[in-house]
């Protein structure tokens, strides 16, 4: 494939950048009363305003066609087909068939996939109503009430964020908690809150040897045998969802209690696979189903929906505009709705570890901006704080707002303070307050022209800063599953534009083979000479402590 920059799509929207620094979006809508509704498309309980983007028709054409040139519809259908996208890896990319519920199969290396995917499924089903219904007894014949989730990355975040953002959904019987960091004071604090006969303990680890997982769940081990339990209860309170089954079982789990990853799923994808078993145990496997329903709904949005009404298409060109045309370096999620509060960190592993990257799929070395820094906060909590920043800096930062029009447990105060936060910022972020303006709104104060004019300077916010509002009936399970699936998208379509493989993580691998290295340093398994001076001055000192 041809560089990037050398197509014509890329000149054609260089040049129309520099058209488009000099207009404002506050022009456009006084200019175009059907604005909002030319950019507003719907799919899958999510409705997507792009009005408020630094973008017209010409400019939407020039990306659409870049996506063309850049083969997006066919490494869709590669992806989805099962072919080997994931190449420094040799792998096929197939978190999709995970919930693939076309009837139809899906092949790998000759192989369909799909009977051993919903012989996982019914497996975490099963497991999930003994332990719901109180079937799945503890060592002291009690059914379990706290379940402690031990994994990192994909193994962590997914399962956790989604658990939270359907709060709304759980299952009252079962407390469900997630431990990640392998700072002890976290799986202590966990620990001090629960009765060992009545906490089921879920490892999630693909080799059951991710050292930050396998420490956590041997400390958990530990605690347990301390509380009075033998190592036969082992096998009735730790499952683990592993490739492993050797491991698993050496550690004293039960074979039948170890549920199955495929080599084709990748930690950021892996939700929608066993790894998701957390998220049955909180919210039940009908509502889990429905997660896959609403991911598979987005699927087939993708595939078959024009450019121009495909939502991840929509917001991956739009991404690559202010990426690569508008001098953006980041982009800023913020969710309306106080259970979703941590999707922005989700969606901040999903993007920054699948297009950080600076090589071509050739292994030729970028000349143009890849993956932005994706940060967020829920709000109205960040208005009070860094919305300050996007209002009056001269930092291009893209926002994407978040919002459900139904949410449970919830008066209509409380709902439409929020809303009305919520579309006040993308108002206040588009059109701004011009010097006219502020200076005006000083007429009556008792002021110099001076001081009114110097003030004036100080309130004064530009406008023209860029935001998208996804708009969701409710956030149920099947709207959040569309939801995670459409960043998913995103993220794939970005990565085919820019020419990457957008489900490596070499430098996310280098870090785990320094941390053992050093952990082993440390330890005094090795010598320090081959460090360098500051890392081996760093160890020393720890050591000293």
């Not at 975040?157 to 908690?177: F, M, Q, Y």
């Amino acid at each position: 494939m041809e560089r990037i920059r050398h197509t014509q799509a890329w000149a054609t929207l260089e040049t129309l950048s520099t058209s488009v620094k000099r207009q404002h979006m506050r022009d456009w809508f006084a200019n175009d009363k059907n604005r909002a509704a030319k950019y507003t498309t719907s799919a899958c309980g999510i409705t997507l305003d792009y009005s408020k983007n630094r973008i017209n028709e010409d400019v939407l054409t020039a990306l659409f066609e870049l996506a063309e040139q850049r083969q997006v519809s066919e490494k869709i259908t590669a992806m989805f087909s099962g072919e080997i996208i994931n190449t420094t890896e040799h792998r096929a990319v197939l978190h999709t068939a995970l919930r693939n519920f076309s009837g139809e199969p899906v092949m790998v290396d000759g192989e369909d996939v799909m009977p051993s995917v919903f012989a996982t499924l019914d497996k975490m089903k099963a497991f999930t109503e003994s332990v719901q219904s109180g079937a799945h007894k503890g060592c002291a014949g009690k059914a379990i009430k706290k379940v402690v989730c031990i994994g990192i990355g994909g193994s962590f975040l997914g399962p956790k964020i989604v658990t939270e953002a359907l709060k709304s959904h759980h299952n009252k019987a079962l407390d469900v908690r997630f431990v990640a960091n392998v700072d002890a004071c976290h799986i202590h604090d966990v620990l001090s809150e629960c009765d060992y006969k009545e906490t089921l303990f879920v490892m999630s680890s693909k080799s059951f040897s991710t050292q930050e997982t396998l420490q956590n769940t041997l400390t958990a081990k530990a605690w347990f045998l301390q509380q009075g339990a033998t190592e036969a209860d082992i096998a009735k309170h730790f499952v683990a969802v592993s490739s492993n089954v050797k491991a698993a079982t050496e550690f004293g789990m039960a074979a039948e209690n170890v549920f199955p990853m495929a080599d084709w799923v990748g930690g950021r994808y892996s939700l929608w696979s066993a790894i998701g078993l957390p998220i049955c145990l909180a919210i039940g496997f009908d509502n889990f189903r429905q997660v896959l329903q609403g991911a598979y709904e987005m699927d087939v949005h993708t595939q078959t929906t024009p450019f121009a009404s495909n939502l991840p298409v929509i917001l991956a060109v739009l991404g690559v505009w202010y990426r690569n045309f508008m001098g953006a370096q980041s982009h800023v999620l913020l969710p309306y709705y106080h259970y979703l509060r941590g999707f922005p960190a989700y969606v901040q592993q999903l993007d920054m570890e699948s297009n950080g990257k600076s090589t071509t799929l050739n292994g030729l070395t970028v000349d143009h901006g890849t993956g932005p820094i994706i940060w967020g906060s829920e709000g109205t909590n960040g208005q009070h704080s860094f919305h300050q920043l996007i209002h009056q800096s001269n930092l291009p930062i893209p926002a994407d707002f978040m919002l459900p029009i139904k949410v449970p447990n919830q008066d209509n105060t409380h709902h439409a303070m929020l809303a009305s936060n919520c579309f006040g910022q993308t108002q206040a972020m588009m059109q701004g307050k011009t010097f006219e303006e502020c200076y005006q709104d000083l007429a009556d104060q008792d002021l110099s022209d001076k001081e009114r004019s110097t003030l004036a300077s100080h309130k004064t916010m530009p406008g023209n800063k860029p935001s998208n509002t996804l708009l969701f009936d409710q956030l149920d399970p099947k709207t959040m599953g569309a939801l995670v699936a459409l960043y998913e998208h995103k993220v794939l379509i970005q990565g085919a534009i820019w020419d990457l493989n957008s489900f490596d993580q070499w430098g996310v691998e280098l870090g785990k083979v320094l941390g053992n290295d050093v952990l082993d340093v440390i330890k005094g398994a090795k010598d320090n000479n081959h460090l360098d001076a500051s890392t081996a001055a760093l160890i020393a000192q720890f050591n000293r402590g």
